[in-house]
T-cell receptor
Framework: KNQVEQSPQSLIILEGKNCTLQ??????????LRWYKQDTGRGPVSLTI?????NTKSNGRYTATLDADTKQSSLHITASQLSDSASYIC?????????FGTGTRLQVTL | GAVVSQHPSWVICKSGTSVKIECRSL??????MFWYRQFPKQSLMLMAT?????????EQGVEKDKFLINHASLTLSTLTVTSAHPEDSSFYIC?????????????????FGPGTRLTVT
């Protein structure tokens, strides 16, 4: 059964601090891994897309890494802002079939 | 970026009635659209793949006679929840892929709609 596990489930950090979210996946077939940001009651918004041959991808203050050998990915957020408060969802699979994790709920506070 | 809209954003209906949810790609054409369901604190679960001009492809365990999908044009897909029951209450989200090679390319971008909150009483 395809699975995507994310940790931690929730995280509280102070504004300006950095944080790293983890994603472990057991998905087959696999060709790409994606990170999304989802605000409460809204649809997800894409942050990064990595194919299996890519190790890292950046989008502003967001940097994702991928180790296809260990089936692990991380999302690093630099200099967090209050607007970063949201759920961050990792998903893995192929172009036409993605398996989503349950997300990490991030809260950035003053 | 590309925009995908959904209507309505929320709906409350009585048990036994049907509800139609629309998903539109506003500034690009989408021959394929995806429908997801998300329960509180759970992951997005793919329900079906909507294909313009042909039948939708449903995921295992999703009743095609209960969740009717019609991809009427290159910019519109609809999901009708028939004879809704309280257990159908959920957040329904559609998405449309856009990018080189469409869903056959690994790097296509998937644009999600804002979601529709369905509550069945």
């Amino acid at each position: 059964k395809n699975q995507v596990e994310q940790s931690p489930q929730s995280l509280i950090i102070l504004e300006g601090k950095n944080c790293t979210l983890q994603c472990n996946y057991t998905v087959s077939p696999f060709s790409n891994l994606r990170w999304y940001k989802q605000d409460t009651g809204r649809g997800p918004v894409s942050l990064t897309i990595m194919t299996f041959s890519e190790n890292t991808k950046s989008n502003g203050r967001y940097t994702a890494t991928l180790d296809a050998d260990t089936k692990q990915s991380s999302l690093h957020i630099t200099a967090s802002q209050l607007s970063d408060s949201a759920s961050y969802i990792c998903c893995a699979g192929t172009a036409s079939k993605l398996t989503f994790g349950t997300g990490t709920r991030l809260q950035v506070t003053l | 970026g590309a925009v995908v809209s959904q209507h309505p954003s929320w709906v409350i209906c009585k048990s036994g009635t049907s509800v139609k949810i629309e998903c539109r790609s506003l500034d690009f054409q989408a021959t394929t659209m995806f429908w997801y369901r998300q329960f509180p604190k759970q992951s997005l679960m793919l329900m079906a793949t909507s294909n313009e001009g042909s039948k939708a492809t449903y995921e295992q365990g999703v009743e095609k006679d209960k969740f009717l999908i019609n991809h009427a044009s290159l910019t519109l897909s609809t999901l009708t929840v028939t004879s809704a029951h309280p257990e159908d209450s959920s957040f329904y989200i559609c998405s449309a892929p856009r990018g080189a090679g469409g869903i056959r390319g690994n790097s296509y971008e998937q644009y999600f709609g804002p979601g529709t909150r369905l509550t069945v009483t």
